[in-house]
């Protein structure tokens, strides 16, 4: 995974906000969380985006968003994995839903992950383990 900015980057970036919000009166940890984790996204990923809590995105857009098709974000809707604002004809989704979703998704994937490399010890038979590349 590429990053927007280095690791030695990010370290004088995070320096240097942190330098900055000390001096702003009435800043609430909330922002100075804020900047840190815009810092973190941008050292860790080449893309962020950003929103207000209070957002709302179409189907489209949360479908760009995770990487799947506009009717796997449908379908996530109608079996209520996925909270949407539904009007007659459109469908909006809370920023903050789509982030709860996406979290909620990362955790089930990485504990599946987590238990399928604990069932695979030195003693696995090597025909009960699939190797890949």
Same mark, same amino acid.
């Given at each position: ?25 009435? *800043?609430?940890?909330?922002? $100075?969380?804020?900047?840190? &984790? !815009?810092? =973190? ?5 080449? @893309? ?16 760009? *968003?995770?990487?799947?098709? $506009?009717?796997?974000?449908? &379908? !996530?809707? =109608? ?5 949407? @604002? ?21 955790? $089930? ?25």
């Amino acid at each position: 995974m590429t990053s927007a900015i280095t690791r030695d980057t990010s370290s004088q970036l995070r320096d240097a906000v942190d330098e900055a919000l000390r001096t702003v009166p009435g *800043l609430t940890d909330n922002a $100075r969380a804020a900047f840190a &984790r !815009l810092v =973190d996204v941008l050292e860790s990923s080449d @893309d962020a985006v950003v929103f207000p809590a209070e957002a709302t995105i179409s189907t489209s857009e949360a479908a760009a *968003l995770l990487g799947i098709s $506009r009717m796997s974000v449908v &379908r !996530l809707i =109608d079996r209520g994995a996925l909270h949407a @604002d539904i009007s007659a004809v459109h469908r909006r989704i809370p920023v903050t839903e789509l982030a709860r979703y996406q979290t909620e998704t990362r955790k $089930r994937r990485r504990s599946a992950l987590a238990d399928l490399a604990s069932d695979i010890t030195d003693s696995t038979p090597a025909d009960q383990v699939i190797a890949t590349r």
